[in-house]
């Protein structure tokens, strides 16, 4: 019975130490390369509701997400919200094919060296990360299951009413 | 008795694994070739299932020719 | 209606596959969807139509495979397979004491595969079915994702039980199973992989399975040969007899790396041990090369087993053991296969829920080298020097697959 409890108390002691970006922490800034080939930083949309998406064109959950995110950014885009598709492969090339066969409006930056990927502890593929107007990390979401926007839509409403 | 201990204490390990001590040394975003279908650990069922039973018929050893894992590691 | 041993052995008596064949079916499970693909992600939804041909040492075994997975909602995924053996064979264990003959096998198997999380649970179930042998197998497993995703355990648990029945030639020439003879066998496996992502282009793959089967394990048609020194043609034959246990255990291991102008090389190796003393190793190795719309693969294997302990091709005398057994499957032998592979990805136009579809062919050709079974036919003398004259029995095998898939 003391072991069981020891261990319960290890683990709920452990798990808080596990996320790399929290909810209700700053989001990190990072500037990164957009289609353009200009480099684009996160602190130009402050003031604005920001959903970075971590995707890679060899995922398939992530090219499911990809229209899905683009009708998202149409419907809300105009309101002071923005989405940044952030492309985690050190090679764009299969990404850039991918993006000309199934084209979206939002901003895409390439993330080549992994390094947003690391500042954000991106721990799954794909992930989605909403920030408020004053730049604090609201929400993380790993991974993509149809269904998934109704909670990214939920969450990105409450934001801009703020 | 002892092994329920062990048991146990890898009942507890097990979640941790979810976001573990041990931190997975090949992130998700870096499994790119590891979700080429040429890597997929079994690319057609319906072709391996047939010549495991080619053999199977033709020689006296079976078995243990089933793997799960691997790929893009996604959701 | 009783019926004497000689019109049972009349001229078209049947000589069929042995339990080989039959535990085949029992671990070749994998495809079925009772194996998960990839643990914490279902299978894609796919259709697969192949054509399957073996042909070599007088058999002929050829016909289709269909199989369908579908994905139901979020968690579930379904699978189902029809799968056919049309048989021709006038092979040389036919030959020995009985004449070709044609027959049929069909085998149906579905799976449902659930996901919650980072553990998939999987449950099949295969019937199998011939005019005189009949197999039930019942599969279950586990597999759990761990470790941010790069490593996956999986445990896996598999029950059979067969019917087994005797075809007897009527004297109206009609073919009906006898009814004096009604067998049966039950399987039990048990199974544990694990599968490690080593670095971003080596995943390490390995697995243990054993297996236990209990009940009428041999073939209800085939012989052993003993020798009869001076008499007739020097030898004769009796039916066999099989142990009615058998342990197996089998450990593998399957390296799969990616080179960096992407192309996969594999390596794998497998050692199986059993009660009946039967040791043996299989070595592949494996190259698949992606070019355009193709990839092409080709492999090398080769397999090496001893003799089970109560095997041999020509048997002193009558009566030498207690189990006695001439199958091929059972004798000590090497074998080497070769095989090449191609696939076409190509699109369908304004077909857009169709994801991909691909053109498959594939070519094996066995080689089987048999260190002590010689070839003898029903009508073969033993020479004048001894059995040892007789050759070595050698079988050479094409293996062919062409199927389309369909991912959708």
């Known amino acids: 019975m003391r072991h069981f409890i020891a261990g319960l108390t290890a683990l709920l002691i452990a798990l808080p130490l596990c996320a790399a970006v929290d909810t209700n922490s700053p989001a990190p800034d990072f500037t990164l390369n957009a289609q353009s080939g200009k480099p684009v930083g996160l602190t130009q949309f402050k003031g604005q509701v920001v959903m970075l998406n971590f995707w890679a064109s060899w995922c398939g959950p992530c090219r499911q997400e990809m229209p899905l995110l683009d009708s998202i950014y149409k419907k809300y885009g105009k309101l002071g919200f923005t989405m940044i598709g952030v492309n985690v492969e050190p090679d764009s090339k299969a990404a850039n094919d991918w993006l000309k066969q199934t084209p979206v409006t939002f901003p895409i930056l390439y993330d080549t060296d992994s390094k947003v990927s690391k500042l954000y502890g991106v721990s799954g593929m794909p992930s989605t990360v909403i920030v408020d107007r004053k730049g604090t990390v609201r929400m993380i979401h790993r991974g993509y299951k149809p269904g998934d926007e109704e909670e990214y839509l939920s969450s990105i409403r409450t934001l801009m009413r703020e | 008795m002892r092994l329920v201990r062990v048991l146990i204490a890898l009942g507890l390990l097990y979640p941790l694994a979810g976001c573990a001590p041990i931190e997975p040394w090949v992130k998700p975003y870096e499994r790119e070739h590891l979700a080429d279908p040429i890597m997929s650990l079994n690319r057609d069922p319906i072709s391996s299932d047939y010549i495991e039973h080619v053999f199977g018929t033709r020689e006296g050893a079976h078995g243990a020719t089933g793997s799960a894992g691997g790929g893009c590691g996604c959701n | ?408």
């Open chain 3, 1 to 408: 209606m009783q019926l004497s041993r000689e019109s049972r052995r009349s001229s078209f008596a049947l000589a069929r596959t042995s339990l080989a064949a039959r535990i085949a079916a029992l671990v070749a499970f994998g495809a079925l969807g009772s194996l998960p693909g990839s643990a914490g992600v279902l299978p894609e939804d796919e259709a697969d139509a192949m054509y399957h041909r073996y042909e070599g040492g007088g058999l002929t075994v050829e016909g289709p495979s269909v199989l369908i997975r579908k994905k139901i909602g979020d968690n579930f995924s379904v699978s189902y397979n029809y799968y056919v053996d049309m048989i021709t064979s006038a092979s040389i264990d036919v030959l020995l004491t009985a004449s070709p003959y044609k027959e049929k096998r069909t085998q149906q198997s579905g799976s449902v595969e659930y996901q919650h999380g980072k553990t998939t649970y999987s449950v099949g179930y295969i019937h199998s079915r011939e005019p005189d042998y009949i197999a039930d197998t019942s599969i279950f497993s586990l597999s759990q994702d761990m470790f941010g995703d790069l490593t996956t355990v999986t445990m896996s648990y598999s029950r059979g039980w067969d019917h087994v029945y005797r075809d007897i030639k009527l004297a109206d020439g009609a073919i009906v199973n006898d009814p004096t003879f009604a067998q049966q066998v039950d399987h039990r496996s048990y199974g544990v992989g694990l599968t490690q992502v080593l670095t971003r282009n080596l995943i390490l793959s390995l697995n243990y399975q054993a297996l236990t089967d209990q009940g009428y394990l041999q073939n209800p048609y085939r012989d052993v040969v003993y020798l009869t020194p001076g008499v007739g043609k020097g030898w004769a034959t009796a039916p066999q007899v099989y142990p009615g246990t058998h342990t197996s255990n089998a450990a593998s291991g399957d390296l799969k790396y990616y080179l960096p102008y992407r192309a996969e090389l594999d390596f794998f190796y497998r050692y199986y041990t059993d009660t009946w003393g039967i040791g043996a190793n299989t070595l592949q190795l494996g190259y698949t090369q992606p070019w355009r719309h193709w990839i092409f693969d080709g492999s090398l294997r080769y397999y090496k087993q001893n003799a089970a302990n109560f095997y041999n091709d020509l048997f002193p005398r009558a009566n030498a053991q207690n189990f006695e057994a001439r199958d091929r499957e059972l004798a000590a032998f090497s074998s080497y296969t070769v095989g090449v592979g191609a696939s076409y990805e190509f699109q369908v136009p304004r077909a857009p829920w169709i994801q991909k579809n691909t053109l498959n062919l594939r070519y094996d050709h066995m080689l089987i080298d048999y260190t002590d079974f010689h070839t003898l036919y029903s009508n073969s003398v033993i020479p004048a020097g001894g059995e040892d004259e007789l050759p070595l029995y050698r079988l050479d095998a094409n293996i062919i697959q062409l199927f389309y898939s369909l991912y959708f």
